[in-house]
């Protein structure tokens, strides 16, 4: 009687090399059976079915069977709750790495590709996802906000606090301000700096890029008001990003979502018409996500230049 069938000894559609071993696979004859039914190579170790696409869940799946006592956490957990992240492609694609939570502080040894966070766990704090034990929406909020950098964590928790289309799905919010404040009260590192960072967020923000815009514009010293409603003069509303409203100025940020057909591109220009028929707006200023990225300097030039000329124009009636 020979071994069990490899199908028997998967898992989430991994299969470790030591569970095939341990049911009794001779090593070469293991190889060779993996090569011809066209199994593939997680990392080392862990192989996945075949016909299986090795994406995110298949590799957290794998370093997780491999390292049992390793919760996914942080920019991973993101990812599987559908909350967005910064990346070298904002919202779109999957963490650079992979990031886990050791709760019991006993990994010693490093996993290739995986960074792991040596810090405690309350029960509560960990949850069943896609077959994964993960940190729950709040944990993994709050721990993005310990870590920081800042905007990347707060591009995280507005996006939990609001409806978002993520992955091509339109979702509702994932938890609430009162729940994430709780989550951390836990006196660990870098709380007292998260919680002065969860003073910046406005769970209004529509994008990662309103969000990026906002912050420069703190950093720079400029406090527009966020998600203003318009009332239009022939009846309806429209809601603006950004408002200067002693100036007039309105400043609309367009991200990824939102470019690529005829249709909305019509769109965006009666909705930008319909935006400078309100009497609250002078002008108006539009910034792509690229502007916000990788060009927030221009962005906040741009938007000085705008007000100061504002400024000029009508004098005293301005402040």
């Not at 095939?20 to 090593?27: E, K, S, V």
């Not at 079915?49 to 370093?63: F, M, N, S, Y």
């Not at 006592?69 to 070298?88: C, D, K, P, Y």
Request: glycine share 10%; hydrophobic share 45%.
């Amino acid at each position: 009687m020979g071994p069990v069938g490899l199908g028997v000894l998967v898992e989430g559609g991994v299969l470790l090399t030591s569970r095939a071993l341990t049911a009794g696979w001779p090593r070469v004859a293991l190889f060779r059976r993996l090569e011809a039914e066209g199994w593939t190579r997680v990392r080392s170790g862990a192989w996945a079915e075949p016909g299986r696409d090795v994406g995110l869940v298949v590799r957290l799946k794998a370093a997780q069977l491999l390292k049992p006592q390793l919760v996914v956490s942080h920019r991973s957990a993101a990812a599987l709750w559908h909350v967005e992240t910064l990346g070298a492609d904002p919202g779109h694609g999957e963490p650079p790495e992979l990031e886990f939570t050791d709760p019991g502080l006993r990994v010693r040894t490093g996993v290739a590709g995986v960074r792991v966070h040596r810090t405690t766990l309350a029960e509560a704090d960990v949850v069943q996802r896609c077959g994964l034990r993960v940190t729950a929406v709040p944990r993994t909020l709050a721990d993005l906000l310990r870590t920081g950098p800042r905007d990347d964590a707060l591009v995280s928790v507005e996006s939990a606090l609001g409806y978002r289309k993520v992955d091509r799905a339109r979702r509702a919010p994932l938890t609430t301000p009162a729940a994430l404040a709780v989550a951390l009260e836990a006196p660990l590192l870098g709380a007292t700096r998260a919680r002065n960072w969860l003073k910046l967020v406005d769970p209004r923000s529509g994008s990662p890029a309103e969000t990026v815009a906002r912050l420069r514009m703190f950093d720079a010293g400029l406090r527009p008001e966020t998600q203003v409603e318009l009332r239009l003069p022939g009846g309806g509303r429209r809601f603006l990003d950004f408002l200067f409203r002693a100036e007039g100025l309105a400043v609309e940020i367009e991200g990824y979502a939102y470019h690529g057909t005829r249709e909305s591109h019509r769109r965006d220009v009666a909705r930008f018409n319909q935006i400078l028929q309100c009497p609250e707006v002078r002008s108006l200023l539009r910034f792509t996500a690229e502007d916000v990225f990788h060009r927030p300097a221009h962005v906040i030039q741009e938007v000085r230049g705008a007000l100061a000329a504002a400024r000029a124009r009508y004098g005293s009636a301005v402040g």
